[in-house]
């Protein structure tokens, strides 16, 4: 049978997760609503000059797909859901972990949820791609999961980054945000480099 203490201990722990949980904001998307989990938006930069919507770019003419942006708006854009690490939470919040995947179907046989990838050779800044990380580790697929920050200026624009703290608290992640690198022509998003301002739109 548990002690008092250690139920008083149980508790405790319970009740600062909520606490924690209830500071951190929803996510706005450009119509003033709370982003819920599992719900198609669209990213696109807060900046009308410096590309499109977020899509699927096929980097060299294989598989996987990478994460990255049409030079400009169009149909070829495809959504995103959220899908928030803390189990049965439905609002998409700032700062906590989350799993991004697009809402598309490709000729790739294999999962459009964003991933840390390979580095690109000449930057040496890390690829956002599509697939499962299969390094799970005690972690789980830590690079699977990415959170939304707050712009501190701006109303409703936020940025990305890779940081999976809350699925590993103890862990010691080399965190990077998400931007923009030209590749033959080609706009991809990469970390370790400077954030790209975003703002979601309901699909």
Not at 172 to 200: H, T, Y
């Amino acid at each position: 049978m548990m002690s008092m203490k250690l139920i008083g201990s149980i508790w405790l722990v319970m009740a600062i997760a909520t606490v924690a949980q209830a500071d951190n904001a929803p996510v706005l998307d450009t119509t003033g609503q709370a982003l819920q989990s599992g719900v198609d938006y669209y990213i696109k930069p807060a900046i009308t000059d410096i590309g499109g919507r977020f899509t699927l770019i096929d980097r060299n003419d294989s598989c996987p797909l990478y994460v990255g942006q049409k030079n400009t708006s169009g149909s070829e854009d495809f959504p995103v859901t959220f899908a928030p690490f803390v189990e049965g939470e439905t609002v998409v919040r700032e700062g906590r972990d989350q799993k991004i995947t697009f809402s598309a179907f490709t000729i790739c046989v294999q999962s459009t949820a964003w991933k840390v990838g390979e580095k690109q050779s000449e930057t040496q800044r890390r690829l956002i791609v599509t697939g499962i990380d299969q390094n799970e580790g005690i972690a789980g697929p830590a690079g699977n999961y990415f959170r939304i920050n707050k712009d501190a200026d701006i109303d409703g624009v936020y940025s990305l980054q890779w940081c999976p703290t809350e699925l590993c608290p103890t862990c010691r992640f080399i965190c990077g945000d998400v931007g923009a690198l030209i590749e033959n022509g080609k706009r991809l998003l990469a970390l370790d480099g400077s954030a790209l301002p975003v703002v979601f739109e309901r699909a």
